[in-house]
Nanobody, 117 residues
Framework: QVQLVESGGGLVQPGGSLRLSCVAA????????MGWYSQAPGKQRELVAT???????NYADSVKGRFTISRDKAKNTVYLQMNSLKPEETAVYYC???????????WGQGTQVTVSS
């Protein structure tokens, strides 16, 4: 079992920045990769960025050059630095972890990001 707790969401003006954090607990050693997904009202959940155990990263085309995913292994924490935020990126942001073997998904409770003036 893996438990994920997100934090760092909030209200930010267009062009502003936020840093989201996701702390993992439980079977940390079983995690193969972690990532961030966003879900806007009435839309499907979408990939934002992922990072593997080896440190390889992957980003949605729409966030490349503006968002950065990183991790602090000592703190069991994954971060999403979001710069130059746009109103259309208003969504609930979810942390995700995939475990080795059966590739089961775990999700956090989500953190709201609102980009508005």
């Amino acid at each position: 079992q893996v438990q994920l707790v997100e934090s760092g969401g909030g209200l930010v003006q267009p062009g502003g920045s936020l840093r989201l954090s996701c702390v993992a607990a439980g079977s940390i050693g079983s995690i193969r990769a972690m990532g961030w997904y966003s879900q806007a009202p009435g839309k499907q959940r979408e990939l934002v960025a992922t990072i593997t155990g080896g440190g390889s990263t992957n980003y949605a085309d729409s966030v490349k050059g503006r968002f950065t995913i990183s991790r602090d292994k000592a703190k069991n924490t994954v971060y999403l630095q979001m710069n130059s935020l746009k109103p259309e990126e208003t969504a609930v942001y979810y942390c995700n972890a995939i475990v080795k073997g059966n590739l089961k998904d775990y999700w956090g409770q989500g953190t709201q990001v609102t980009v508005s003036s």
